[in-house]
């Protein structure tokens, strides 16, 4: 995207922002909450729709038209708000399943193929939580339910995983779980766009972090150049304690 500005509600919430992300690549886009992250998301998956601007630009995998049907398959969306929409229980293998029709649920007039129920196997296993194919949602955890969400990303083999703010509501062990499963997934070949405001949410393999404030990106670069606690106490307005252990950045 190049020079992009967002309105929503009569408020403008992305400004004269310029992004470019390869595909395969790993990034983090970082800031305080009300910077524009999800916004910026939903512009990428055309929930919403950019300003017409003379010098505006946008293309998704080198394409600048979509059916947003088609591009939802080359781009796997988790979201928090898929969960909320769920009404009653169903299982995990049905949540996975539930990504081939892009709904969040099977419908009676969903023709479920024995092809797609050996791919939404394939892919619990692959996340390592066959276990869960079987279980109600609603007798999950937390953190389970966001592993079988991204499973349900899975199901077209995209391109790259969106993930807006994938640890928020989970519990510490929760947490750890989420990222070895998304460091699994980035070793695999996935690329992965990481929304956040938790620090310790940049997995090992995230090299490009680009910090947002205000609606407009800021600071956009090398994880070890952007992460210093100069750059992030200015981001977040306050003095700032930064560490690093085992690959991860911890901030206090």
Known sequence: MHRIWVMRGGKTVLRDVTLRIGVGEHIALLGPNG????TLIKTITRECYPLIQPESAMTILGRDRWDVFELQSALGIVSNDLMATCTRGITGREVVLSGFFSSIEIWPHHHVTQ????????IL???EVPHLAGRFITEMSSGEARRVLIGRALVHD???????????SLDLHAQHELRLTLSLLARQGIGLVL??????????????V???????????GPK???????ILGSLFGLPVTLEQRE???HLW
């Open 35 to 38: 910077c524009g992250k999800s």
């Open 115 to 122: 092809a797609m129920l050996d791919k939404a196997d394939e």
């Open 125 to 127: 296993e692959r996340l």
């Open 158 to 168: 995209p391109k790259a995983l969106l993930l807006d703010e994938p640890t928020s």
């Open 195 to 208: 929304i956040t405001h938790h620090l310790s949410d940049i997995i090992p393999e995230i090299e490009r």
């Open 210 to 220: 680009a910090l947002m404030k205000g609606g407009r990106i800021v600071t956009d």
């Open 224 to 230: 070890q150049d952007v992460l210093t606690p100069e």
């Open 247 to 249: 690959g991860y950045y």
